[in-house]
């Protein structure tokens, strides 16, 4: 089985008036199927960029990102696209709704999904009864699992999930940590970045990124 | 997968405020332009009428005709030519328009027991060159009829609406109407069917003068040759039985009237497709900047370049064609309203030229579907977190 994401020697650096700013520096990671990868990390410490450049969204300033051993940033835009589609699913910190669609009709935006998906994904985040309202109808919280389901319905290769629980209460949060373990435990690659101590429960392994570096957390016995 | 013109229709009812908004803009911008452009033709048409009813500024005589007495007697001659110069400068193609053949005879007018020394003109409707089509600038008298100069009339005792037959020549013939004043020796004359008056006065196919109006300013104007040469030179190659006079004043303020119209048509033609094409750019822009964020979401999801492209040229295309409809067919009927009373020579005969507003309205849909394509292009061949925004 391919790995499902491969990053080398990755580098990422802000460059504005006031000069360049790095903040990924050199890093490495691989994210197998059925594997749930955390990521912890000060805010502003480059967690959204590293999953930005994981996603296709963010070109790195150097290194390579590999999607199932392809080259990402290597292919055409079009081709980009298409990985984005059918092999990536992407849980914005922001999440992202489209505010004039249902959360339905969010649910089948990304390609290959159905009324059926999006209805049964809903139910599995607990929002059944809530897949015709539209996003400013939703709590933050609501918001956030739908962004969640949003993220799995079309059954992607990789999810990668920007602070899924942000916001979110303990019981909610668990939820989404299991919905993530439940897709990785079912062949799905997760790469997780969160603030969430309880993250650990469920992740395979877990990253702390400071300074620019990813090292490794040992695990509690 | 959610099908992409669904979406274009949910964003335009979910932001049905800005929508609406920017399709009454569309509107107003369109019903203006509409307004100046089927105005402008009407205007066109009202400048070029008034322009031509200036009057005639050729006057073809017959060649033996002694040009300082025929200006000594007002502008008449006892001279005829013959019938067949008409045909041969409709033939030729001659640079004229609205020929108009003459036959002048001085000759008494009788009413009751009036009798009056009047100028007797047989006229016949003016004739168009071959594929130069105008509109009739003198129609055709019937037969037995004629027309007064008020002059006349009035020294006849004749009113404007009576109903009156004068003698002329013996005989009987019905005033079907008397002119308004203008000023000339027409005030002095009677009007009456060419071939009636050549009969009556027994000048079988012979004429005095063809009046006609010149179509070589422009050219002369190009090229600063004298348009009186041109004619003249002309007029010898074709026949040897006449000579051509040119009523210079009356020449160059027409051609001055028109250049001036056309000029300034032009102008404002210009000015409002300018304001048309940036006015839709520039909202089009505006909108597809609005929705960047939007555009980085749906990459994100997997959103390629036609798909995103559609999004945008749809929603453009959709507003823009429903504002343009009704302000295309809003602003020519508020153009219409105001110029038949406006114009007040061809204003009762104004009619919408509906190609101009459907014309207005096709150009602004292309214009907001190109509008919308340099964005969406510009969307699509960038990274997501370009257009969302990085988030550390």
């Known amino acids: 089985m391919k790995t499902a994401l491969t990053i080398t020697n990755l580098s990422h650096q802000y460059a504005n008036a006031a000069g360049t700013r790095a903040v990924l520096d050199h890093v490495d990671l691989s994210v197998q199927p059925g594997q749930m990868i955390g990521v912890f990390g000060d805010s502003g410490a480059g967690k959204t960029t590293l999953l930005l450049n994981c996603g296709t969204m963010l070109k790195p300033t150097e290194g390579d990102v590999e999607i199932q051993g392809l080259p990402v940033y290597d292919v055409t835009a079009g081709e980009r696209a298409q990985i984005r589609a059918h092999k990536i699913g992407y849980l914005f910190q922001t999440l992202q709704l489209i505010p004039y669609l249902t959360l339905q009709e969010n649910l089948r935006l990304p390609s290959g999904s159905s009324v059926g998906a999006a209805d049964t994904w809903l139910d599995r985040v607990g929002l059944g009864d809530w897949a015709q309202h539209k996003p400013d109808a939703l709590s933050h919280g609501q918001r956030q699992r739908g962004a969640l389901a949003r993220a799995l319905v079309h059954q992607p290769e990789l999810v990668i999930a920007d602070e899924p629980t942000g916001n979110l209460d303990r019981k909610n949060g668990e939820l989404v940590f299991r919905v993530l373990r439940d897709f990785a435990d079912s062949g799905g690659a997760v790469l997780v970045a969160s603030h969430d101590d309880s993250i650990e429960a469920y992740a395979d392994r877990c990253f702390d990124l400071q300074d620019g570096s990813l090292t490794e957390k040992s695990r509690q016995p | 997968m959610i099908k992409t013109h669904t979406l274009v229709f949910r964003e335009v009812v979910h932001r049905r405020k800005t929508s609406a908004l920017f399709s009454a803009l569309v509107a107003v911008i369109i019903a203006t332009v509409t307004f100046f452009s089927v105005n402008r033709s009407g205007y066109e048409k009202e400048m070029t009428r008034s322009a031509r009813d200036i009057g005639s500024n050729v006057v073809i005589l ?10 000594t007697n007002g502008g008449y001659t006892s001279e005829t030519m013959d019938e067949s110069v008409l045909q041969q400068l409709v033939e030729y193609r001659a640079s ?42 003198q129609r055709a008298i019937a037969k037995q009829q004629v027309q007064l100069g008020s002059e006349l009339a009035e020294a006849l005792g004749i009113q404007r609406d009576d109903k009156a037959a004068v003698t002329i020549e013996g ?30 006065f027994n000048k079988p196919n012979q004429l005095s003068r063809i009046e006609a109006i010149e179509c070589t300013s422009e050219e002369c104007a190009r090229t600063g040759l004298k348009a009186d040469v041109v004619l003249s030179n002309e007029l010898a190659r074709i026949t040897d039985q006449a000579v051509l006079l040119r009523r210079d004043q009356m020449a160059d303020a027409r051609f001055s009237i028109r250049s001036l119209n056309r000029t300034n048509s032009l102008v404002i033609q210009n000015s409002l497709w300018i304001m048309l094409t940036l006015a839709i750019v520039a909202m089009t822009s505006w909108n597809a900047l609005q929705r960047r964020n939007e555009m980085g979401v749906l990459q994100a999801i997997g959103y390629g370049s036609a798909q995103l492209m559609f999004l945008l040229v749809g929603r ?10 009704v302000g295309g067919v809003g602003g020519a009927l508020l153009s219409y309203w105001m110029s038949v009373g406006a114009f007040q020579v061809t204003g009762n005969r104004f009619a919408i030229d509906w190609s101009q507003p459907l014309t207005i309205v096709l150009v ?3 214009l907001a579907a190109l509008a919308a394509c340099l964005p969406a292009l510009f969307s699509a061949t960038r990274l997501p977190a370009d257009s969302i925004g990085k988030e550390c």
């Open chain 2, 62 to 71: 017959p060649a033996q005709v002694d040009q300082l007495s025929y200006h």
């Open chain 2, 96 to 137: 004229l328009n609205h020929l108009i053949p003459m036959l002048e005879i001085q000759t008494q007018v009788g009413f009751a027991d009036k009798q009056r020394p009047a100028r007797l003109v047989g006229i016949s409707a003016s004739v168009p060159m071959p594929g130069r089509p105008k509109s009739p600038m």
């Open chain 2, 171 to 200: 005989q009987s013939l019905q005033v079907a109407r008397v002119n308004r004043s203008n000023g000339t020796w027409q005030d002095a004359a009677v009007l009456m069917d060419l071939p009636l008056a050549q009969e009556i």
């Open chain 2, 364 to 366: 602004s849909v292309l």
């Open chain 2, 316 to 325: 453009s295309v959709l507003l823009t064609l429903a504002g343009a409809v």
